[in-house]
């Protein structure tokens, strides 16, 4: 069975950083693309970034490029999302997921995740 287990989360002030983790276990963690998304209340989940299963290509959303940073261990199972300069408007609760088709580059669609994480929340105050 696969689990994705999201940590990290928290309060923190304007400008400040978080770096949330995701640890994979129950398949293949390094043959699949892992993505993060967000959701704010009353919003749709929405596409925060993406790495391909070997780490070498990275994509992000226009509102968090240049302030998040994506990346993954693949030795540990475990992907990880840097976020720094925080704002307001990143406050959501963030998951973890896992594309279902292995060795695909990063996807920014929903259905193309089939497993997903319970979620970590990330507060930030003005």
């Known amino acids: 069975q696969v689990q994705l287990v999201e940590s990290g989360g928290g309060l923190v002030q304007a400008g400040g950083s978080l770096r949330l983790s995701c640890a994979a276990s129950g398949r293949t963690f390094s043959s699949y693309a892992m993505g993060w998304f967000r959701q704010a209340p009353g919003k749709e989940r929405e596409f925060v970034a993406g790495i391909n299963w070997g780490g070498g290509s990275t994509y992000y959303a226009a509102s968090v490029k240049g302030r998040f940073t994506i990346s993954r261990d693949n030795a540990k199972n475990t992907v990880y999302l840097q976020m720094n300069s925080l704002k307001p408007e990143d406050t959501a609760v963030y998951y973890c997921?896992?594309?279902?088709?292995?060795?695909?580059?990063?996807?920014?669609?929903?259905?193309?995740?089939?497993?997903w994480g319970q979620g970590t929340q990330v507060t930030v105050s003005s």
């Open positions: 997921a896992s594309q279902k088709t292995r060795y695909s580059i990063s996807s920014t669609e929903l259905g193309q995740y089939d497993y």
